[in-house]
């Protein structure tokens, strides 16, 4: 889940993946792990990919992977802004050695309390932002973190860049659902009105 291991992993998962339709792929590789490389008693006479399988070499492919202790839920308050040019919304990419969800393009947050959210998401993406109104709240799930996010819309002022390293697209919300995202985006995006099918977990 870490270091060397996990940019083989990430290595080996862009090569599996279609640039074109990455929801697809994604949503693939979800099913795979439902319907058949289950965590008891997997589907292995089946398995697409058994011939490559460290887990099914071993004899014992329900040892693997060796799971941590499940964490208790951490409950998270975020705010997540989203900020309009027209028809197309502000997304950023998270880096691809993020411990969550690397890769994944997301609306643009910060966590709630301590410095002001302005403030935070300067530090994160650069700019200078600007809070509208609220637009509502959404709820979601993800590893051992309950994550609280208030909705805002907004603005920023680009104009002396964005953060160093910080990858950003102004995309329609149809680009979007050919984007790998979570759905935690598109609860986001529909509490601000932007109507997006969510293209990845």
Same mark, same amino acid.
């Given at each position: ?100 969800? !690397? %890769?994944?393009? /997301?609306?643009?947050? +910060? ?7 302005? &403030?935070? *998401?300067?530090? $994160? ?34 104009? !002396? %860049?964005?953060? /160093?390293?910080?990858? +950003? ?7 979007? &659902?050919? *984007?790998?995202? $979570? ?19």
């Amino acid at each position: 889940r870490r270091g060397a291991a996990r940019r083989e992993m990430l290595e080996a998962a862009t090569e599996l993946l279609d640039s074109d339709r990455p929801g697809d792929s994604n949503q693939a590789l979800m099913e795979l792990g439902a319907t058949v490389c289950t965590p008891r008693a997997p589907r292995c006479g089946i398995c697409p990919l058994a011939n490559g399988c460290r887990g099914l070499a071993s004899g014992a492919p329900e040892r693997y992977p060796r799971l941590a202790a499940r964490k208790k839920p951490q409950r998270q308050k975020r705010v997540a802004i989203v900020v309009r040019r027209g028809s197309r919304v502000l997304l950023f990419r998270r880096p691809d050695d993020s411990e969550l969800l !690397a %890769g994944i393009w /997301e609306v643009p947050w +910060a966590r709630s309390g301590g410095a002001p959210p302005e &403030e935070r *998401l300067s530090e $994160s993406y650069g700019g200078v932002w600007t809070f509208g109104g609220r637009v509502g709240s959404v709820r979601h799930s993800i590893t051992h973190r309950a994550l609280e996010v208030e909705v805002f819309l907004g603005s920023v002022d680009d104009g !002396a %860049g964005l953060g /160093e390293g910080a990858e +950003a697209g102004w995309f329609t919300p149809e680009e979007i &659902e050919g *984007l790998a995202s $979570s759905s935690l985006v598109a609860k986001i995006l529909s509490a601000a009105s932007v109507a997006v099918e969510p293209a990845g977990p």
